[in-house]
């Protein structure tokens, strides 16, 4: 039972790659050039999505880039802002959560038994790696934007992103002279034009 579900989930995978391969032909031609082969009938089971590359805008070259069409290229553009907004939202919030939690922990938590501090635990521990997740998303929309618009103004909103920006709001006594980090200081986003 197990086993068909996977198969089911595997070539679910391989029909949406084969999908993304003719969408791409369409609107990126030259991708297929690249590539050094034509697109294999939608029949093929010999595309293995695992180990095909996707080609997008930003991991083309300058002159492959060109050839792109200006308005496609926009569209690129507004949707790597987005995601860099997306993240930086997401970040907030589980610092936030994370924050919570931890002052959970210590006022209520700590002490109490085994039970309740695996749990707390486990909690501060899949907030981590949500935050990870979105550093990470962070810096790989970042390093695509900056591929295919390294002078661009969305540089002033989004900066790089580094370890000692990612922490939560200082809040409480003894936490004055802490510094709030960009992150926290970015106006609300009005949208992308």
């Known amino acids: 039972m197990q086993t068909l579900a996977i198969e089911d989930k595997e070539l679910s995978l391989r029909r949406k790659t084969l999908m993304w391969l003719k969408l791409q032909s369409i609107y990126m ?88 501090n695996t749990r707390i635990r486990s909690a501060l521990s899949a907030c981590e790696n949500k935050k990870q997740l979105d550093v990470n998303r962070y810096q790989v929309a970042r390093d695509a934007l900056l591929n295919v618009d390294p002078d661009g103004a969305w540089k002033v909103r989004f900066q790089k992103l580094v370890d000692g920006d990612v922490r939560p709001l200082p809040s409480g006594l003894g936490e004055g002279t802490a510094e709030v980090t960009w992150i926290w200081k970015l106006p609300k986003c009005e949208g992308f034009t």
Do not use: C
């Open 29 to 116: 031609p030259m991708v297929t050039t690249i590539r050094g082969q034509e697109l294999r009938n939608e029949a093929s089971e010999a595309v293995v999505t695992t180990d095909t590359d996707l080609f997008l805008p930003s991991a083309l070259s300058p002159v492959y880039r060109q050839r792109l069409p200006v308005d496609f290229m926009k569209k690129y553009v507004r949707l790597r802002l987005a995601q860099l907004e997306d993240a930086l939202q997401s970040l907030r919030r589980n610092l936030r959560r994370y924050k919570a939690l931890s002052d959970h922990k210590r006022d209520h938590t700590s002490g109490t038994g085994v039970a309740a």
